[in-house]
């Protein structure tokens, strides 16, 4: 998959193999930083940039292939640009902000925002790499502080917000 910049920002997914467009679309209004394919789910990518993160998922339809993507609402969360993110086994997705704190997806809504203990962000600046090390089961991610981080991947794959309390 790729992305155009301005002033198009259209995703298109190849078939390398075949040296052929599946799919074209456009993927935002707005600058795009990345995209990526589910490494569990062929028929998934994720796209971020400028203000958004969007969940996109292919469909096989009676004219053929169908791309649909869904937009993630931050809801009480502030708006960030996303320079990284990374799907994890289940399908939810885990997003650096530019404030520092990261984000964990299910669907395209925010399940709940992680930072340090006493509220302090998980790094100071913009997150700019996470990745899941499926062998070590810890999610790594780094930012312009200068630190890499390593994150247990089971406290935050299993995390729950008590309703009664804020993000």
Request: proline share 2%.
């Amino acid at each position: 998959a790729t992305v155009s910049t301005a002033p198009d920002f259209m995703l298109t997914v190849w078939d390398w193999d075949r040296e052929l467009i599946e799919l074209h679309s456009k993927a935002f209004g707005q600058e795009i930083f990345g995209v990526k394919f589910s490494k569990d789910d062929d028929a998934k990518l994720v796209t971020s940039g400028t203000g958004h993160i969007r969940f996109w998922k292919m469909a096989s339809t009676f004219t053929g292939l169908k791309l649909q993507g869904n937009i993630g609402k931050f809801g009480k969360v502030e708006l960030s640009d996303i320079y990284s993110f990374e799907e994890l086994p289940d399908g939810k997705v885990v997003s650096g902000t530019e404030s520092g704190s990261l984000l964990l997806w299910e669907g395209n809504f925010i399940k709940c925002r992680f930072v340090q203990v006493g509220g302090k962000p998980c790094h100071i600046g913009n997150v700019t790499y996470v990745e899941l090390d499926r062998n070590e089961k810890c999610l790594i991610t780094a930012a312009e502080d200068g630190y890499i981080r390593w994150w247990d991947f089971t406290a935050i794959d299993t995390a729950e917000v008590d309703t009664d309390i804020t993000m």
